[in-house]
């Protein structure tokens, strides 16, 4: 029996404006790390917002945020798309840094809190409550150490395929 293999192109090239485009709308992402100690990969899905050239995540105390404070530069982010006429993938790179309170931590926790909507409350909510559980220590620690992240961006790539399935 013969099998047959569909041949994918090398799709099209993105431009740097569809992939900011590409990026405000995807809804969730995989942040790459890459623990050097250990020499392990690490993906991780994150929910996103991006502003050229930042994308700026929350996150909580926890082994992501440990590697990316370890080891900052070298990040990524990948997101994809699919449809039943076209898949597009899209990588960005560049080098994490918390971002202090201030003026850009409201503005980001704003830009998470509009895209995300009851999302982003609820996953806030859900981490102050287990550590609520875990005790008066634990919420201290959980509080004291979340941060909103952001992924100064220093390249960029994507590509989109079109196909009829």
Known sequence: ????????????????????????????????????????????????????????????????????????????????????ESSTSVFVWGRYRDVPLGAEYAHATRLLAFKYGTGFWQQI????????????RAVITTISQATTGCIQIERIGGRRWEHGL
């Open 125 to 136: 909510l859900d981490q102050a409550t287990k550590a609520l559980k875990a005790g008066p």
């Open 1 to 84: 029996m013969q099998q047959q293999t569909e041949q994918l192109s090398d799709g099209q090239r993105l431009n740097a404006a569809q992939i900011w485009a590409f990026l405000a709308k995807a809804a969730v992402g995989r942040l790459a790390t890459h623990d050097h100690a250990h020499n392990q990969s690490n993906l991780t899905p994150l929910f996103f917002v991006c502003e050229a050239p930042h994308i700026y995540f929350a996150t909580q105390p926890g082994h992501k945020l440990n590697l990316l404070r370890r080891y900052p530069q070298g990040v990524g982010l990948q997101a994809d798309a699919f449809d039943p």
